[in-house]
């Protein structure tokens, strides 16, 4: 059947706009081919008003940013996008699935955020990075920039584990996640604590610098302090990929002597070879078999992808997709307009939300600095500070503490902990005081994230 003059112009009408939504690449290459469902009219927020910086994830690290960057120049139009509508935080997240405090203490909004510090908040998913037009595809629209800064955290690395098995990943993040991204792997775990009835249940801790190095230590304890307290017959089983405890080894072996002798049992060194998720059993390099009631699987963990999407990651030995930048400016090697932080950032720093928060300070009033004409460096480098409280008993809450900065080795090329100090007396005066210094310290956080 012949066409319509109008049938034509539809279908030439149809064909132009499925030639655009073609018309972009990753990188920082020129627009040539685009994924499916990506839109590519402007996202539906204000028109610039000034020079814009667009913040992709709003965790620690994009948050401070937002906030920081409009403190230093109101002047400048700052977008922050994240594909959540709420804020929920990794930090504490450990008390609220052990039942010592509600989901309400975790859980924030980011529309607080962007009204008290006057920059727009957009719920969008990023799909795309065109660097050379600096523009970004997102499911609601493009946006455009003159800085952008990455910080979409991390993604968790199976193939040590799964040897690519796809299927085998998808069971383990489904069945055993690490809940070490926080949202439903968070209420996931508080599910599986409430409903334990006994058993063994399996923590893993990772290889490499991964997320919330006390994180894994800290759950263990709590899950053992609630198998106590609500005379569960249980254990849980630590395998640790790490010839140690990782940080306040020695606090963190008091409680489990003094406190969980008869709760947990803690495997040094335990690298895992296969995981059979269906009949709940771990085989370890050594040959030791595990079998196990219920589990919370903490892979390594990796950036997030959309570093590779961007083009500007780099592999590193033990966290793939880490940031290419440089490592006292934060700025992408080869495109200065990019910033990198928090999770993805490759320098050795914590990946803990409390590094992540003054970590992101330094790099906003660099953003600020280089957006009025200056040039950084590394005479511009500040050092991030680290402070972190982890619970090890619920009543009393008790708590032991770490707190380091960090400086750069010029013989090493490397950066290292300096001025370190910790607080491990969880059995004293000092780790009562820890335990409400814990409190004070998350809702500190909150108030400089949102207030």
């Known amino acids: 059947m012949a066409l319509s003059r109008r049938d034509a112009m539809k279908f030439t009408g149809l064909a132009a706009v499925t030639a655009a939504a073609s018309g972009y690449a990753k990188g920082n290459e020129s627009p040539k081919s685009a994924a499916k469902g990506v839109l590519l009219s402007p996202a539906p927020i204000p028109a610039a008003k000034g020079p814009r910086v ?32 709420v804020f929920m935080s990794g930090f504490i997240s450990n008390l609220v699935a052990t039942g010592i405090l509600p989901l309400e203490f975790i859980t924030h909004d980011f529309l607080e955020g962007a009204r008290n510090g006057n920059y727009t908040f957009l719920q969008a998913t990023a799909h795309e990075i065109d660097r050379t037009a600096k523009v970004v595809y997102t499911n609601e629209g493009t946006v455009k920039y003159d800085v952008l800064v990455l910080a979409p955290g991390i993604d968790y690395d199976y193939s040590k584990w799964t040897n690519g098995d796809v299927e085998l990943e998808n069971t383990l993040k489904t069945k055993f996640p690490g809940a070490f991204i926080a949202g439903s792997e968070t209420l996931s775990l508080k599910s599986k604590i409430e409903n334990f009835e006994g058993g063994v249940f399996v923590q893993t801790v990772p290889g490499g610098n991964y997320r919330c190095l006390p994180g894994p230590y800290e759950r263990s304890c709590l899950i053992a302090d609630y198998m106590k307290r609500n005379k569960i017959k249980g254990k849980v089983v630590i395998l640790d990929e790490n010839p140690n405890i990782t940080i306040k080894a020695d606090g963190f072996h008091s409680a489990f002597e003094k406190l969980y002798k008869d709760y947990i049992t803690y495997m040094p060194s335990s690298t895992i070879t296969s995981i059979d998720p269906h009949k709940q059993k771990i085989v370890t390099e050594l040959g030791e078999e595990i079998d196990f009631t219920d589990a919370a699987l903490y892979s390594r963990v990796r950036g997030n992808k959309l570093l590779e999407i961007a083009g500007v990651a780099k592999d590193s030995v033990f966290n793939k997709a880490e940031a290419n930048i440089d490592p006292f400016t934060y700025q992408v090697i080869g495109d200065l307009n990019v910033f990198c932080t928090g999770d993805v950032r490759p320098m050795g720093f914590s990946k803990s939300a409390n590094t992540a928060n003054t970590e992101a300070r330094v790099v906003a009033a660099n953003i600020v600095k280089y957006m009025g004409g200056q040039e950084l460096s590394q005479k511009t480098w500040t050092s991030p500070h680290t402070t972190c409280y982890s619970a090890v008993e619920s009543d009393p809450l008790r708590a032991i503490s770490v707190n380091a900065g960090y400086a750069y080795d010029e013989t090493k090329k490397s950066f290292g902990f300096a001025n370190a100090s910790t607080m491990e007396k969880w059995d004293s005066a000092d780790g009562l005081a820890a335990g409400k210094g814990l409190i004070e310290w998350g809702n500190g956080l909150y108030r400089d994230f949102f207030n």
């Open 54 to 85: 667009v913040i992709v994830g709003a965790g620690p690290s994009g948050l401070t940013i937002a906030k920081y960057v409009k403190k230093g120049n109101p002047n400048i139009d700052v977008v922050l996008m994240d594909k959540r509508s």
